[in-house]
């Protein structure tokens, strides 16, 4: 039972940072096409998307399923099954005209850019705190060693 409340918590988190950044995303948009009012399915559908996403994170990215995969599979394990699932929410919420076919590449291209944006930038973040611990491990060791 606690490992059952301990995902709950962690898709909760998960969900709650993502529909937080859609919704800036979202209020930037309306601002930028000076839309007045948001549209509550549009709300409701992201909401949605968000619980997916924080869902697919945990299942992927944490050892709850697969103990052993590498990093690479992880976001193919991850992007496949999501991408499917934002497609299915932008079609049944009429998130852009599906029978437009400069839609759906531009629907695809947000996906892939942002995506690759989110990668690179966990990517750079691991990075850059990994080389900070390392330097603080260096730092300690050279100290314990006077």
């Given at each position: 039972m ?5 995902v709950?918590?962690?898709i909760?988190?998960?969900t709650a ?8 995303f979202?209020?930037f ?11 509550l ?21 944490s ?13 193919i ?7 499917t ?7 049944s ?13 531009t ?8 995506f690759?944006?989110i990668?690179?930038g ?8 990994g080389?900070?611990?390392?330097d ?7 100290n314990?060693?006077?």
């Open positions: 606690k490992k059952f409340f301990q709950c918590t962690s909760k988190e998960l940072l993502c529909y937080t950044a859609a919704m800036c979202y209020m948009f309306l601002w930028v096409f000076k839309q007045e009012d948001a549209s399915s549009m709300l409701f559908s992201l909401l949605l998307v968000c619980i997916a996403a924080g869902t697919m994170q945990l299942l992927a990215f050892n709850l399923l697969f103990k052993k995969l590498a990093y690479g599979w992880r976001m394990v991850f992007v496949i099954p999501f991408f699932i934002i497609t299915a929410f932008a079609v919420f009429g998130w852009f005209p599906t029978e437009n076919a400069g839609a759906w590449i629907f695809i291209a947000i996906f892939i850019v942002i690759l944006f990668t690179v966990i990517e750079l973040y691991y990075r850059l705190s080389r900070k611990y390392d603080r491990l260096d730092w300690y060791r050279n314990r060693e006077k």
